[in-house]
């Protein structure tokens, strides 16, 4: 049986019109045009090599079909992100950047990182999760047009920017309706949304960012939830220095949107929520600070609520 030491990794540089590979171990290199064709010839090679393992970096969407390529040949597929691999490079004292060099850092990074945990390709959460940041877009898009509708503007622009403003607004209801039924057609993902939405203050489209983003919730320890959503503090200290503690990294967009849900919660629609915002306030606190305590709090009781397969308790809140 093959372990993890002896997994042939293949690290993978994603662009438009081709990707870039290199297996590091066997000192192989190579590019593949991005069609059919490509991803046929790519996974044969593959194959051939023996390799267990492909990492490719996050890149728009480019990744998407390669992805499917090469799970549906039997090998293990990872989406990176690129931040991540960039930062790597800089510490290891590669400042160059070509296609050729990001194929090796990545694979450089994943048979270095090549025990950190990672979540069995899951086709339905994928799809959600296009559906959800497709919405998501779209809001910004909406939220652009309104901005700039405020100001004047010639006739002819005022009347395009309301014909799109409409139609923004009804392509913003099917993504829903579609958000809607996806869920209900997919029994786990039915069941976690119960859970989810049974919190005051959570509703269906968080339910659905949290189902798509973070399906980890529920199976990691409450400070590695935290972490993944980028709420959890980290230290700024040096010496005798203690520096003023900072959240930093996990998930922007999923954090975006569970920012927005719970600071209706936190100040509207659940009374534990709503107690320990004013709480905190009132000892002192920024309302951003204390706002980004209640998410902190929130997302560890999710995930106890999801590990337990428990709707909202009350008394929960104790435990986080």
């Not at 607004?169 to 057609?185: F, M």
């Amino acid at each position: 049986m093959m372990t993890q030491d002896d997994l042939v990794v293949a690290g993978i540089d994603v662009a438009k019109n081709k990707v870039d590979v290199c297996i590091r171990s066997q000192s192989l290199r190579r590019a593949f045009a991005s069609n059919r064709e490509g991803r046929r010839e790519l996974a044969c090679w593959l194959r051939r090599r023996k390799v267990g393992k492909a990492v490719m970096e996050a890149s728009g969407g480019y990744e998407r079909e390669w992805a499917m390529a090469l799970r549906d040949a039997g090998i293990e597929v990872r989406i990176v992100d690129p931040k991540r691999v960039r930062s790597f490079a800089r510490s290891a004292g590669r400042l160059a950047k070509n296609d050729t060099i990001d194929a090796e850092m990545i694979a450089w990074f994943a048979e270095t990182f090549g025990e950190a945990p990672h979540q069995v390709y899951d086709a339905e959460r994928e799809r959600l999760a296009q559906i959800v940041n497709t919405r998501q877009a779209l809001l910004d898009v909406q939220s652009e047009l309104q901005n700039s509708s405020e100001h004047s503007r010639p006739e002819v622009v005022q009347r395009v920017q309301a014909r799109l403003l409409k139609k923004i607004t009804a392509e913003l209801a099917t993504l829903e309706a579609a958000i809607t039924a996806t869920i209900k057609a997919t029994p786990r993902f039915a069941e976690l949304a119960e859970i989810i939405e049974s919190v005051p203050g959570l509703a269906r489209i968080t339910s659905a960012g949290l189902i798509a983003a973070m399906p980890e919730l529920g199976q990691v320890s409450n400070k590695v939830a935290a972490a993944l959503l980028g709420v959890a503090p980290y230290d700024d200290d040096s010496g005798k220095r203690r520096g003023e503690r900072q959240i930093k990294g996990g998930r922007r967009k999923t954090r975006n949107l569970f920012y927005m849900a719970c600071l209706g919660a936190a100040t509207r629609h659940n009374p534990v929520l709503k107690a320990f915002y004013r709480r905190l306030v009132a000892k002192g606190k920024e309302k951003k600070v204390a706002l980004v305590a209640c998410m902190r709090k929130l997302i560890v009781i999710l995930n106890i609520m999801i590990a337990r397969r428990q709707k909202w308790n009350p008394n929960l809140s104790a435990a986080a």
